[in-house]
């Protein structure tokens, strides 16, 4: 089975999830009208996606060691397309509320099982543009998903979106039984390879590693941008800045692009950097640092800044930037991990990421209805969203030694459990 093309159905596994997570924020005017939700019930439903998010991400990670990924995938695309199925005709707030529940507690464990299964096909100096081209999923998912959903919802009502997205994950799911196997990596490193983790390093040592630690944090803070572009940016654009819906839809897929060239772009320079003997510390963990701290500091600058284009610019960069720590981050957490442990590890961190998305979806909903009008509540917003990176950056900046936590992992393993021929 080519790894490339491993690689192409996991991207259009990311493409349907984010275009499933994009759907929300296109239909967010005429689906609150429908159920009568104001500006902060609104912000409860976007945050319900993630109320089992995170659980199911660490959860399904665990399953992940010890489960093929494919199988794993399947069933999670599955799921996607029949959650998406009630909202077709339900007229119920609670049924509303429930299948976006389901939606998140599948979409959880999406990504950090979508890169663990990919790493199995690359090699640890070749995975950041493997995974940077996954990340790109979200980017290119909703710059499709947003005008191609804005035109079929303008023509068929907004309940046909959700239709459309599950009809896709029903397609993925037909192309992701061509795959027959786990591939070459997916076997546990020789003992040979003393930069590596035992496999029986604890996960507790992992997760208490600065890298780790480091990574959650500023996927934390990415993710945060991400849950703000998804929920609130159509309306960031119609009720801030007063952009038509149509000219909203478009601006929201430059917003994707925007992002995703930013994470391509970094992807690619990391791997760059990589392949040259740059230490991965600067490489993948200062250059992810680095990046979220210019996504705190766009929007702040926004904020500042008169008229519509200059503040959407500087927005639109802020919250790309951020988002490039979904790829960089991956490849850190993996970096340190043993595959036996890799699935729970990737797992967890975007658990801890994504708690981002129950937070701010529902906090940027109590900032507009406490503003006086919609463009200073986003004001407020962004200024959140701006701090949390900052913090973020700066933390990881100092945190984040892949190379010495891997060092340390291995030489805990190997004390607390000898291999065999070792000393």
């Given at each position: 089975m080519p790894r490339w093309w491993v690689t192409l159905l996991l991207l259009g596994f990311m493409l349907v999830n984010f275009a499933d997570k994009a759907l929300l924020g296109l239909v967010s005017k005429p689906l609150s009208e429908a159920f009568g939700l104001d500006a902060a019930g609104y912000g409860h439903v976007a945050s319900g996606f993630y109320f089992l998010f995170s659980l199911s991400a660490f959860g399904v990670g665990l399953l992940a060691d010890r489960v093929p990924t494919r199988w794993l995938l399947l069933v999670l695309a599955v799921i996607w397309s029949v959650a998406q199925v009630p909202i077709i005709w339900t007229t119920s707030v609670a049924v509303l509320f429930t299948t976006r529940v389901v939606l998140g507690a599948a979409e959880g464990p999406a990504y950090g099982t979508a890169n663990h299964a990919l790493h199995k096909w690359f090699d640890d100096e070749?995975?950041?543009?493997?995974?940077?081209?996954?990340?790109?999923g979200a980017a290119i998912g909703s710059v499709l998903a947003a005008p191609i959903l804005t035109w079929i919802i303008g023509?068929?009502?907004?309940?046909?979106?959700?239709?459309?997205?599950?009809?896709?994950?029903?397609?993925?799911c037909l192309l992701w039984l061509t795959v027959d196997g786990e591939g070459p990596a997916a076997a546990p490193a020789p003992a040979a390879a003393p930069e590596t983790p035992a496999d029986d390093v604890s996960y507790l040592r992992i997760f208490f590693s600065g890298t780790w630690l480091g990574t959650a944090l500023l996927g934390f803070a990415g993710y945060w941008g991400l849950a703000l572009t998804v929920a609130w940016l159509p309306r960031y654009l119609q009720d801030g800045l007063g952009y038509s819906v149509s000219a909203s839809g478009y601006l929201v897929a430059l917003a994707w692009v925007?992002?995703?060239?930013?994470?391509?772009?970094?992807g690619?320079?990391?791997?760059?950097?990589?392949?040259?003997?740059?230490?991965?510390?600067?490489?993948?963990?200062?250059?992810?640092?680095?990046?979220?701290?210019v996504g705190g500091v766009l929007p702040l600058v926004a904020v500042a800044v008169p008229g519509?284009?200059?503040?959407?610019?500087?927005v639109m960069a802020g919250l790309g930037a951020a988002g490039v720590v979904f790829a960089t981050g991956q490849t850190l957490s993996a970096e340190i991990s043993p595959v036996k442990r890799r699935g729970a590890v990737l797992g967890l961190n975007v658990a801890v990421a994504t708690l981002a998305g129950v937070?701010?979806?529902?906090?940027?909903?109590d900032l507009l209805q406490a503003a006086t009008d919609p463009l200073t509540g986003f004001s407020h917003a962004f200024v959140v969203f701006s701090v949390i990176c900052l913090v973020?950056?700066?933390?990881?900046?100092?945190?984040?030694?892949?190379?010495?936590?891997?060092?340390?992992?291995?030489?805990?393993?190997?004390?607390?459990?000898?291999?065999?021929g070792a000393a």
């Open positions: 070749h995975r950041q543009l493997p995974t940077s081209i996954l990340a790109t023509c068929f009502g907004w309940r046909s979106g959700f239709a459309t997205v599950a009809l896709a994950g029903v397609v993925w925007v992002g995703g060239s930013l994470t391509f772009g970094t690619a320079l990391s791997q760059w950097l990589t392949l040259r003997g740059v230490p991965t510390r600067r490489s993948r963990g200062l250059l992810s640092a680095g990046m979220v701290a519509r284009l200059g503040p959407l610019i500087l937070l701010a979806p529902t906090v940027t909903g973020a950056a700066a933390v990881g900046a100092v945190i984040i030694r892949p190379q010495h936590d891997a060092a340390r992992l291995l030489s805990s393993s190997t004390t607390l459990y000898p291999q065999e």
